[in-house]
């Protein structure tokens, strides 16, 4: 990869193996960090299932064809032992909170899997140095353990949220506050935001969930270190204190999208696009510098058709010649009715708006000159990928870390306008009316984050500039490649203590 390439003189070069949890917004990552890890010197395996293997082929073909040292490692996932119908291998593709639970039992299975490869390794494999692995996979540290291998846990949330959430559960701050919607401040947290219990409260912390959230909470502690897809000079009052909290190693290696460097691999990423790439540049290229705006909310949260609509006519309405839209309706797979109303107001908003049924290439997208703005659910990585090409954010949080890192594109760095999204919806929960957003809103957002005057124009620069640090961080020298490195040198020094 340009500008981290590295490649390790080291004979002895440490083995990474890496173990990601099976949703795009934590699979996106990992297969990014493989790549950085290889270039900067790094032997890595990255361990998946069939299904999710099969959705990222391209991608595997061409790091494969790349000769980065990547190999990818394809077990079975135990669906049926759960309960699960065949094939149900990633998260997207469950639709009910039960299922979902019979989810997490299926990945605990998984583990005797992994724990079965690591301990027979097939006879060409490179003895491993050190495992990441994503925290959901709550069963890989015992794993790691009993085989004594050192690991390392990768939170797919940003320390602002994995900060607020141990900061709570230390103080136990949820216990004492009855309103689901009264702000307040997390003690001791270093950033001065505030709060709403209903946006806090992990989703995790459903009834008859509370040994999988404890779970979640122990992933870090037989961890030597953590692993998370930010940079320092955007978290730095958090991670400091983060470091402090947990005493432990914690390295932002981020924005890992940025080691996508050329149009074919950010036009693969995650999966194939539901669009002809060529088609919807030559559409982008005839579209002003910053006219456009992206609408996307993430590979799991599904709008209403009522929803939809007022999101339609928020887009329609809003009054700028020169505004035209890029909207991503994930919903359109599996609905007539969705399929019918978005023909007719395709047909009315011809010409400077574009409707992308499935899967669309994000970052593809937010890189190109056209866009000038994004509407998010403020996932994760789509914040960091949205901080890295330097565009603003309407921001419309649902669940799990989204309304924290709201706060954080909000209040902290100014370069989000907040939707007013209050009542959260879980991805596997119908979107409730308590939670409709009105066309209206979205229209007023919409025009704020797209124009906006004077304070649209310094959000603008503000998001400029995050985005020059952020491609700074990633570069030979920059705070996150150099935390690549150091992880990779702490492998091998475990390496040696191993032998
Ligand atoms: N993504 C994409 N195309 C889509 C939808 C999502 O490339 O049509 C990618 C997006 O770029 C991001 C990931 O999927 O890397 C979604 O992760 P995020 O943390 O933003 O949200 P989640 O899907 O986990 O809610």
Not at 396 to 412: G, H, I, K, M, T
Request: charged fraction near 25%; hydrophobic fraction near 40%; charge should be negative.
């Amino acid at each position: 990869m340009d500008g981290t390439s590295n490649h390790n003189s080291n004979s002895n070069p440490a083995h990474i193996i890496l173990i990601p949890f099976m949703a795009q917004g934590h699979m996106i990552p990992m297969v990014d960090m493989a790549s950085l890890l290889a270039s900067s010197g790094a032997i890595v395996t990255f361990i998946t299932t069939p299904v999710n293997a099969a959705r990222i082929r391209p991608i595997i073909d061409r790091i494969e064809n790349s000769h980065h040292p990547v190999r990818f490692v394809q077990l079975p996932f135990p669906s049926a032992d759960a309960g699960l119908p065949a094939g149900c291998e990633n998260i997207d593709l469950i639709s009910s909170p039960d299922l979902f639970k019979s989810f997490m039992e299926a990945l605990s299975l998984f583990g005797e899997q992994v724990k079965l490869y690591l301990t027979t390794r097939n006879p060409t494999a490179v003895p491993a140095d050190c495992i990441i692995f994503d925290n959901m996979n709550f069963w890989v540290g015992a794993v790691a353990e009993s085989l004594g291998i050192p690991h390392i846990t990768f939170y797919g949330p940003s320390c602002f949220y994995i900060l607020c959430a141990h900061l709570l559960k230390k103080h136990q701050v949820l216990k004492s506050i009855d309103d689901d919607y009264e702000l307040f401040k997390v003690p001791e947290f270093p950033e001065p935001v505030e709060v709403m219990k209903a946006h806090v409260k992990r989703w995790v912390d459903r009834q008859g969930w509370e040994k999988l959230s404890e779970e979640f909470y122990n992933t870090e502690k037989s961890a030597c270190g953590v692993v998370m897809n930010t940079f320092e000079e955007l978290e730095m009052l958090g991670l400091d204190k983060f470091r402090k909290e947990i005493g432990k190693k914690v390295w932002p290696i981020g924005p890992v999208s940025l080691a996508n460097k050329d149009l074919d691999s950010k036009a693969m990423r995650g999966k194939a696009s539901s669009i002809d790439t060529g088609l919807l540049l030559s559409w982008l290229d005839s579209k002003a510098p910053n006219s456009v705006l992206f609408v996307s909310f993430g590979s799991l949260s599904c709008n209403s058709i009522s929803q939809l609509v007022q999101i339609g006519q928020g887009l329609e309405y809003a009054s700028s010649s020169q505004l035209s839209f890029l909207w991503v309706v994930k919903e359109a797979d599996n609905s007539e009715e969705v399929e019918n109303w978005l023909s007719e107001f395709e047909e009315r908003t011809k010409g400077r708006g574009m409707v992308i049924r499935g899967w669309a290439p994000q970052v593809m997208i937010l890189d190109h000159v056209a866009v000038g703005g994004f509407m998010t659910h403020c996932g994760w990585n789509s914040t960091m990928e949205a901080i890295a090409a330097g565009v603003v954010m309407a921001t419309w949080p649902r669940f799990a870390d989204q309304f924290v890192n709201e706060r954080l594109v909000v209040d902290v760095l100014r370069i989000g306008v907040a939707v007013g999204a209050k009542v959260p919806i879980f991805f596997v929960d119908k979107m409730s009316e308590e939670a409709l957003v009105k066309g209206e809103e979205v229209r007023k957002v919409v025009e704020k984050v797209m124009t906006g005057g004077e304070k649209g124009e310094e959000r603008r620069k503000r998001a400029k500039a995050l985005g020059e640090k952020a491609r700074k961080a990633m570069e030979e020298g920059g705070s996150s490649i150099e935390n690549l490195k150091r992880i990779i040198q702490s492998a091998e020094g475990e390496n040696k203590h191993l032998e």
